[in-house]
């Protein structure tokens, strides 16, 4: 049982806007600790998506965007492609340890 | 080439024990945690355990904590899990990644950075 939670799926044309939310408590992401995005495709390893609630790290397309307020946090992908079928995770932190949220499957209709 | 190779991954019985290997190329290897993360088939991404860049500091999931080890050899470039009185529900994909740097580590009290580099994993099965 993961710790942060996630919807199962989401899903939607190309070209439309999903977004993900995560949510957590004031154990960890309400305590301050940063989120950060992963997608995950078939048979791969978790590629970061997202870091620091908000900073897409280097070559991730401006299409993902993050954000975070209280207690959640939330992933967005506007223009959404084929390729954006996935699965996504947030994390976070709980003091030393570290948090990962249940997981979304993303698909593109 | 940057880039984590694990290793060590088998068919165990319920009970007994494996030890994985983690070697960094490329990466100023003694700077950074390290970091175990598991996936069992199908399901989730779990965190396992971090250390330290210097080995200083080890922490677990309560899920693993007590039968799990991480250790780290900076000489070797190499970070290892070991992994005792394994069980059916410790069967996943076992990922190393990359952690904090210790410029980031010190200053902020700990290792919160994401995990910007990730190995191809090894898999793990317990099983009778």
């Known amino acids: 049982q993961s710790v942060l939670t996630q919807p199962p799926s989401v899903s939607g044309a190309p070209g439309q806007t999903v977004t993900i939310s995560c949510t957590g408590s004031s154990s960890n992401i309400g305590a301050g600790y940063d989120v950060h995005w992963y997608q995950q495709l078939p048979g791969t390893a978790p590629k970061l998506l997202v870091d620091d609630n908000n900073n897409r790290p280097s070559g991730v397309p401006d299409r993902f965007s993050g954000s975070k307020s209280g207690t959640s946090a939330s992933l967005a992908i506007t223009g959404l492609q084929a390729e954006d079928e996935a699965y996504y995770y947030c994390q976070s932190s709980a003091s030393s340890l570290r948090v990962f949220g249940s997981g979304t499957k993303v698909t593109v209709l | 080439q940057v880039q984590l190779v694990e290793s060590g991954g088998g068919v165990v019985q319920p009970g007994r024990s494996l030890r994985l290997s983690c070697a960094a190329s490329?990466?100023?290897?003694?700077?950074?945690?390290m970091h175990w993360v598991r996936q069992a088939p199908g399901k989730g991404l779990e965190w396992v355990a971090v250390?330290?860049?210097?080995?200083?500091?080890?922490y677990y999931a309560d899920s693993v904590k007590g039968r799990f080890t991480i250790t780290r050899d900076n000489s070797k470039n190499t970070v290892y899990l070991q992994m005792n009185s394994l069980r059916a529900e410790d069967t996943a994909t076992y990922y190393c990644a990359r952690g904090g740097h210790v410029v980031v580590v010190t200053s902020n009290g700990g290792d919160f950075d994401p995990f910007a580099m990730w190995g191809q994993g090894t898999m793990v099965t317990v099983s009778s």
């Open positions: 250390i330290w860049y210097d080995g200083s500091k080890k």
């Open positions: 490329g990466l100023n290897f003694n700077n950074y945690g």
